[in-house]
């Protein structure tokens, strides 16, 4: 079968297709012939030379690694099951999944079975590729970590993003009144998901508009926590789940170090997180997708010989929602 492979650290130069073996599933896990995958930060962070700090991020997110043997890259997918372990018992040959896997930017992989759900009748395999990562985490970083209310006032800094446009439109999902922080390109798209307030930050500044607000969720986040605390009303909550790649060390250990510090000494909380991949979760995920709530972006489709191209393009950092990549199975789709 075919699949991304990389042998080294750098740029997607170092990303090659190759015939590789057919995997077979464990007694745990089902095998799936991929239609499509996405990508996510932690595939570019995997095959990045990057510093020290976020190679730790980067391998506690499943993705860094050192001088690899023979990697593959890609988590989210969607496909159809072809084979089961002899322990699984949610699912059968034929059976049309999303989830996350291992290697996903291949015609085959295999998937622990709490790691997948049925995909959607409502979805196209492209569109049910681009939600597992991103949708989880914006789901648990408003409800779990922000403790999202109907009513309150929230913010999705960096809402035009992979996690942002699922974050504007599950917290609408939740009922609170949202205001999406985002480039000017972004605004129509962000608009057309049901953010209330618009907010362009090449002319406003967040922590400066003299606005409060419940809860923050940055996807995008770069200013300090004391830029933020001023942006939050009394008990209110922000949550980091990303930073610019200019400000990712500094936004991540300052969130990590002293947030749990500063939480204590007053009634504004901080927290960092990364994404949980709970099966029950993305089952409430997929709820939300057959209801309408909540509907994927895909900014542009790559086939599987062109995902060096595809990581280039996230790399530029100007994606609007998420990039997939395309398998041919037989035009199936």
């Known amino acids: 079968m075919k699949a991304i492979v990389y042998t080294d650290i750098g740029s997607p ?36 030379s990057v510093p020290v700090p976020l190679r730790v991020l980067g391998w506690l997110l499943g993705g860094g690694r050192r001088a690899p043997k023979e990697q593959r890259l890609g988590v989210d997918l969607a496909g159809v099951v072809e084979a089961v372990g002899s322990a699984v018992t949610q699912f059968q040959p034929g059976d049309a999944v999303f989830g996350r896997g291992n290697g996903a930017f291949a015609e085959y992989t295999c998937a622990r079975e709490s790691a997948v759900v049925q995909k959607p009748a409502n979805l196209s395999f492209e569109a049910a590729a681009a939600v597992p990562v991103a949708a989880l985490t914006a ?4 409800r779990d970590k922000g403790q999202i209310q109907p ?16 974050a504007v439109q599950i917290a609408k999902a939740f009922g609170a009144e949202v205001t999406a922080v985002c480039n000017p390109q972004n605004v129509e798209l962000i608009r057309s998901l049901g953010a209330d307030h618009i907010m362009d930050y090449t002319k406003e500044d967040l922590t400066r508009s003299g606005q409060r607000y419940d809860l923050i969720l940055a996807v995008n986040g770069y200013h300090p926590l004391g830029a933020y605390r001023r942006a939050l009303r009394p008990r209110g909550r922000f949550v980091l789940a990303g930073a610019s790649s200019d400000h990712m060390t500094q936004a991540v250990f300052q969130t990590m170090l002293m947030g749990p510090l500063i939480s204590r000494v007053g009634n504004k909380k901080y927290s960092f997180f990364i994404c949980n991949p709970a099966q029950k979760d993305l089952e409430f995920v997929r709820g939300l997708l057959e209801a309408g709530k909540v509907t994927p972006v895909i900014d542009k ?5 062109e995902t060096a191209d595809a990581l280039r393009y996230m790399g530029e950092g100007h994606v609007r929602g998420k990039v997939v990549i395309t398998v041919d199975q037989n035009g199936q789709r």
């Open 13 to 48: 130069d170092v990303l090659r297709l190759k015939d590789v073996e057919k995997p077979l599933p464990e007694d745990n896990q089902v095998l799936i012939k991929v239609h499509a995958a996405s990508v996510n930060a932690l595939d570019w962070h995997a095959i990045r």
């Open 139 to 142: 789901l648990q970083g408003l």
């Open 151 to 166: 009513g309150q006032q929230v913010v999705i800094q960096g809402a035009g993003g992979g996690v942002g446009i699922y």
């Open 301 to 305: 489709q790559y086939p599987l010989p």
